[in-house]
């Protein structure tokens, strides 16, 4: 039987990168990534898939993570592709109506002449680390906050947390996103990523959370002390890792 080659796709605010996994998740090709297109309607980034796809082995299916809001492979709603110039700029209503209720699983199915499974990019992250036994919660830290919860190893109906407000008026991508460690520095933006952890706790009641994302591994020494021994911080490639895994969710 032919093995299944995977082409999982990680899109990000600020970049998309993409490799192909066998099925033991091993990476058989180095990652290719591109920056973010802006403005970014949904064939724009249906097309740019299909451009570092031709760059890479030929899969047999590809994941595909993306921000906001998917369910069955339908857009939502997604926060970053609906603005002019990347997070934080000016909304475009027309770009809003051309993300709501896009079915990028069909898109991509056409475009890439295979199966595509579509999912949150949290929940593909999540895929590629949960072990399966208990309550499993994964927040990514990047351009803001992505999350996934995972019970038993099945993954529950998605909750948009980084939309929920947290003080001041700021949502959680505006608390603790990339703007905002930028502005503050790692040390008064790891104290934010640990207060942020402490509230979920008391709403979610994890067995183990997982801390991914490309900012993970800036949380200072001290705040990771203090996070609990119920958190792990994971590698920011479980995005791709996790591609493979997604299918058997």
């Given amino acids: 039987m032919t093995e299944e080659m995977t ?3 990680d899109c990000g605010g600020g970049g998309i990168k993409a ?3 066998d099925e033991r998740g091993t990476m058989i090709a180095p990652a290719r990534r591109t920056p973010t297109p802006y403005p970014l309607p949904p064939e724009l980034l249906v097309s740019t898939i299909v451009g570092l796809a031709a760059r890479l082995p030929r899969a047999t299916r590809a994941t595909v993570g ?7 492979g339908i857009v939502v709603a997604t926060p970053h592709y609906i603005t002019k110039d990347g997070p934080r ?5 027309d770009l809003v109506d051309q993300w709501k209720r896009f079915d990028m699983r069909r898109a991509l199915d056409n475009a890439l002449a295979i199966p595509v499974k579509v999912l949150n990019d949290a929940e593909v992250a999540g895929a590629g680390v ?10 990514t830290l990047g351009t803001g906050l992505g999350n996934a919860v995972f019970d038993g190893g099945t993954l529950a109906p998605h909750v948009e947390v980084s939309q929920g407000f947290v003080r001041w008026g700021l949502t959680y991508d505006d608390y603790i996103g990339e703007h905002e460690r930028l502005r503050l520095g790692d040390s008064h933006w790891s104290r934010r990523v640990r207060r942020v952890v402490d509230g979920l706790r008391a709403m979610y009641m994890w067995d183990r959370l997982y801390l991914g994302g490309g900012n993970s591994h800036r949380i200072t020494p001290l705040q990771r002390g203090r996070l ?5 911080i994971v590698p920011n490639d479980a ?4 591609g493979v895994r997604a299918w058997e969710l």
């Fill in 228 to 232: 609990g021994d119920d958190v792990v």
């Fill in 19 to 21: 490799s192909v996994v």
């Fill in 239 to 242: 995005g791709i890792i996790g």
């Fill in 66 to 72: 993306m921000p906001g809001m998917i369910r069955h």
């Fill in 130 to 139: 949960i072990t399966g036994t208990g309550l499993e919660m994964i927040v």
């Fill in 89 to 93: 700029s000016r909304v475009l209503p």
């Fill in 7 to 9: 082409l999982a796709v």
